[in-house]
């Protein structure tokens, strides 16, 4: 049984939709307390206000014809009016004495109040009303005393009273009834509270399994909207695409991780053979020196992709440095061009260059020189022999817009938005080039050129060629530039 009570409480007032439930009962309370005594006040001044109307106008009645009336006529009179009247009739005289009584006696001693009463209405009080028990008691008697004049001069006084027990029952029935619905609103109420809270939570235990289910491993796991709670939907559609980027984060990080241990692993396999192999038997130094520049270019390769990882970590965390430092965009990039001269002759692939002189922008040179190594080494890979790589810029406001575009087989459309991706090539095929053939060059390039506050994309149909665009700031609209431009303005000495 006490196990019961305390799953009880627990339940009632220690869950949101308990609490609820016993809140909507309290302000029910609270409303129908209220109004019943407001109800009770308003019907008894109303009752009590009419009942004594009837008194005083019984009162008026009876001392009129008594007024009228001689003395010898007056018991003929009070006997007639008591024969009709429901209640107490008393006629009291100067001295005290009951002259006639009909019902309770009124004018005893322990009638303090009715007593008070009588000396009033002889003082020259016209009507005086008085009441000998509690408004609530059935026993109760709403009681009129009205003087009788003869000849200007009060000689008794007449008493009516009449009984409130009718009224006492009708207030009891009353509240019998309004309690028993009170009760029933209460109760309905709470049930109506209760079923709300319920209804209102069921998003909330829909949204706790989902989060008990994401941090079990579960990250597919996503919570539907019900269309009708706004303020619900909107914590739903934040919540899943939180659950989307954790999902996608979680998914590019195990890739991540899955891809460099691939092409990390490789490169360490060959090496640790090439090792053994030359540990097996002596060699002559030739053979050792051709096996350490072989070693060494397989360090190497895995140096470029350690590096690679290092530079896209250092960008994930935000703490990939770019100097701010004037470039000089235009001659940065027939550089980059011609050094890829040689190795596109080697194809027959020619190369079209048409950048205007004057383009600075700021940040890191050597970052910015490896973007476009990149580019141009990527349209080398995929374009074809005796076909064109166009290289050009364009300034345009206070941007400029470089352009690498081959004549390959392009990209599909649903490669596109994965191309800029980590370890993702869009022929699905690991190449054993050194530096970018791990399949991070286009990942850095984008993390570089955001770095740079710029953008970069593709534009690319199968089989028309591909079109990487580069934006970037000109350095005209770097606020550090444009300081320290003007610094060495005024810092130059005049003639």
Request: aromatic share 8%; charged share 20%.
């Amino acid at each position: 049984m006490k196990i019961k009570l305390n799953s009880l409480y627990n339940h009632l007032f220690r869950t949101f939709r308990g609490r609820l439930a016993m809140s909507y009962i309290a302000v029910e309370f609270m409303i129908l307390l209220i109004a019943a005594v407001l109800i009770y006040s308003f019907l008894s001044v109303q009752i009590y206000q009419e009942v004594d109307e009837e008194l005083f106008h019984d009162a008026e009645q009876l001392v009129e014809s008594l007024e009228h009336a001689p003395k010898e006529a007056w018991p003929f009179h009070l006997q007639s009016f008591a024969t009709h009247y429901r209640g107490v009739v008393q006629l009291v005289n100067r001295e005290g004495a009951i002259l006639f009584n009909v019902g309770e006696e009124l004018a005893g001693h322990d009638k303090e109040d009715v007593a008070h009463a009588i000396l009033d209405a002889f003082s020259g009080n016209s009507t005086v009303f008085v009441s000998t028990r509690g408004l609530l008691r059935q026993d109760n008697l709403r009681v009129a005393v009205m003087p009788i004049r003869i000849q200007n001069q009060i000689i008794s006084v007449a008493i009516l009273a009449r009984t409130t027990s009718d009224i006492q029952k009708f207030f009891k029935l009353l509240y019998m009834i309004g309690g028993a619905l009170g009760l029933l609103s209460m109760l309905i109420s709470g049930l109506v509270g209760y079923r709300m809270a319920r209804r209102s939570l069921r998003p909330i235990n829909d949204i706790t399994d989902a989060a008990q289910a994401v941090s079990n491993g579960d990250l597919s796991r996503r919570l539907k909207t019900s269309g009708h709670d706004q303020e619900i939907d909107v914590l739903i559609e934040s919540l899943n695409k939180m659950f989307v980027c954790l999902e996608d984060n979680f998914n590019s990080q195990k890739r991540f991780v899955s891809d460099t241990s691939h092409e990390l692993r490789h490169p360490i396999t060959i090496l640790k053979g090439e090792i053994e192999v030359a540990l097996l038997q002596e060699r002559s130094p030739e053979e050792y020196k051709a096996l350490l520049k072989q070693l060494f270019a397989i360090s190497n390769r895995m140096q470029h992709i350690v590096n690679d990882m290092l530079t896209l970590a250092q960008a994930d965390a935000g703490t990939l440095e770019i100097p701010q430092e004037k470039v000089d965009l235009s001659l940065l990039l027939q550089e980059v061009g011609q050094d890829h001269l040689m190795l596109f002759s080697k194809r027959n692939i020619h190369l079209e260059m048409d950048i205007p002189e004057n383009l600075e922008i700021m940040g890191d040179q050597h970052r910015i020189e490896r973007v476009f190594y990149n580019l141009l080494n990527n349209a080398f890979r995929y374009a074809p022999e005796a076909s064109t790589v166009t290289l050009s810029a364009m300034s345009e406001g206070e941007r400029v817009i470089i352009r690498v575009a081959d004549q390959g087989a392009g990209v599909s459309a649903k490669a596109r938005p994965h191309l800029f991706e980590r370890f993702y090539r869009a022929d699905d095929a690991r190449t054993n080039q050194q530096g970018e053939g791990a399949g991070l060059g286009l990942a850095i390039c984008k993390h570089i050129i955001l770095a740079h506050q710029g953008k970069i994309s593709i534009q690319s149909q199968p089989n028309e060629g591909a079109v990487f665009q580069v934006v970037l700031p000109l350095s005209s609209v770097n606020p550090d530039f444009s300081k320290r431009l003007q610094n060495i303005i005024r810092e130059k000495p005049t003639n």
